[in-house]
């Protein structure tokens, strides 16, 4: 059904110019897809958006817990040759990924460079979302889905960023440290729209905005 709708009618984005290496066929018969990878392209070509990933790539000794008042320009530099179609994490779609929590339908991405050698470079998005992102023809239902699955990739970019260039691979270090005294990929998600959607699951309500610390929306 969805991939005979002429996004055009409510989506004025430029096309996507980052694929994450998944094949234009599968983002072009999704949507929500499609809106989220256009979406993520502005973003990561966005000098001004950019600099909420600087003490993503600052190196952990360097971290003094404050959001740094300038990006030195070696890191700018850095960060636009990191968002490049050669330089991103390939994004895979995958179900069996998110077997081995307790809700599967309940975590939306995951980076395991951490705990994988072979996934340094992989971020994986839950095929359910995005299966499930199909089923609605609505651009409102369709918008929504694009928003989760555009929080999705910028906080799993922020676990993959933070390990690379933060941590320089280094396994055994983790956040919260300095400016990120959240873990990673939240940081980047408060950082960019001020508040936070991903990180819920059993204990927690099925769905929570938070906006500095306080709860603002839940169900
Ligand atoms: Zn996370």
Known sequence: MSNTIDIGNFCDLPLYNLTFKLDTTVIDSCPP?????????????????????????LPFKEHDGRFPSSVPSYLMEKMKMTF??????????????????????????????????????????????IDCSKLSDLPQDIIKYASIILFTILHELGHWTFHHF???????LATPKGVLMEEAGEAVEFLMFGFKIQHYGPQEPKYMVTYGGLVIDKY
């Not at 256009?38 to 909420?52: A, D, F, Q, V, Y």
């Not at 460079?113 to 994986?124: H, L, M, P, S």
């Not at 933060?166 to 055994?172: P, T, W």
């Open 166 to 172: 933060s941590c320089a691979l280094d396994h055994d």
């Open 84 to 129: 490049t179609n050669a330089n991103v994490p390939t994004i895979i779609l995958s179900s069996e990924e998110f077997l081995d929590v307790p809700i599967t339908c309940a975590i939306y991405g995951s980076y395991k460079g951490r705990q994988r050698e072979n996934d340094v470079n992989i971020i994986y998005l839950n095929k359910e979302l």
């Open 33 to 57: 897809l499609n809106i989220a990878l256009r979406s993520t392209s502005t973003i990561l070509s966005n000098e001004h958006l950019l600099t909420n990933f600087a003490t993503h790539f």
